[in-house]
């Protein structure tokens, strides 16, 4: 039920945040404290370690294609679990949050970007301390979008590999993430003007798709990047049926 298209996110930002804008600066302003420097940084936990309960793990794990799903919904959700993990939550339950939370606060516009630096800068230090691979691949993927946002495209590609060989060692293994960041790798190839390697990823990507019946896959190779690598190839019919 996570599957939906992407928008050209990166340089305009989504085009849900800006629907939704009102709303989500509303509940920023509301759940985040006016944001400071701390030129200290804050210590990597500042309560016992208390795990997260099996609900609020959950919820944390599925926050991330909740909030490209739903930006309100999923961005209230990661600022709950923020407030949460002050009182409750070990070092992996912490980076995690602290991670989307940044990722979050990114796209609120420039009086967030110190605060955003601070909670990304936060959250892979506990990454680290963790020493758990599904914590690593976590901090990857959040930079990829970070460098995506600043157009630093061989940068977000280079995170982008680094978090799916991560993700791939990791169990369980995480499906949603790899495949968005296969698609985000086409997005790379896009902006950096690579199109022939963007026409030959997208049939390697489509190909293996179809192989393994993979209906996630299939999905992120029928949208955005790999729709204007069918386009590239003058192949206007097949990028219509991918649209519809």
């Known amino acids: 039920q996570w599957l939906f298209p ?9 085009r849900s945040f800006l629907r939704n804008w009102p709303h989500f600066t509303k509940t920023l302003n509301s759940n985040a404290p006016n944001p400071k420097p701390n030129k200290k940084g ?3 936990l500042t309560h016992d370690p208390l795990p997260f309960s099996l609900l609020e793990q959950c919820l944390t794990r599925v926050s991330t294609p909740l909030t490209f799903l739903d930006s309100q919904l999923g961005s209230e959700l990661v600022m709950r679990l923020a407030a949460i ?3 409750v939550g070990t070092p992996f339950d912490q980076a995690q949050v602290q991670l ?39 901090a990857e993927l959040c930079m990829y979008i970070w460098l995506m ?6 940068r977000a590609e280079a ?7 991560l993700y791939q060692k990791s169990q369980p293994v995480a499906q949603w993430e790899i495949q968005f960041l296969n ?8 902006q950096q003007g690579r199109i022939r390697d963007l026409q030959t990823l997208t049939g390697e990507f489509r190909r293996s798709a179809e192989s393994r019946a ?11 990047a790999a729709i204007l690598s069918d386009l590239s190839e003058n192949k206007v019919e097949q990028a219509q049926s991918a649209l519809n």
């Not at 992407?6 to 989504?14: E, G, I, N, V, Y």
């Not at 946002?149 to 061989?154: A, D, F, N, Y």
């Not at 995170?159 to 060989?165: E, Y």
């Open 85 to 87: 993990s002050k009182e």
């Open 214 to 224: 993979d209906a996630m896959s299939l999905f992120w190779m029928n949208v955005n």
């Open 149 to 154: 946002q600043r157009g630093e495209h061989v």
């Open 100 to 138: 989307r939370y940044g990722i979050i606060l990114s796209f609120a516009g420039p009086r967030w970007q110190s605060l955003a630096i601070k909670k990304l800068r936060a959250g892979r230090r506990l990454a680290r301390s963790t020493g758990l691979t599904i914590s690593r691949a976590t």
């Open 183 to 190: 698609f985000g790798i086409l997005s790379c190839r896009w």
């Open 159 to 165: 995170r982008a590999r680094s978090a799916i060989a």
């Open 42 to 44: 804050p210590p990597l």
């Open 6 to 14: 992407l928008q050209s996110m990166w340089r305009s930002r989504s």
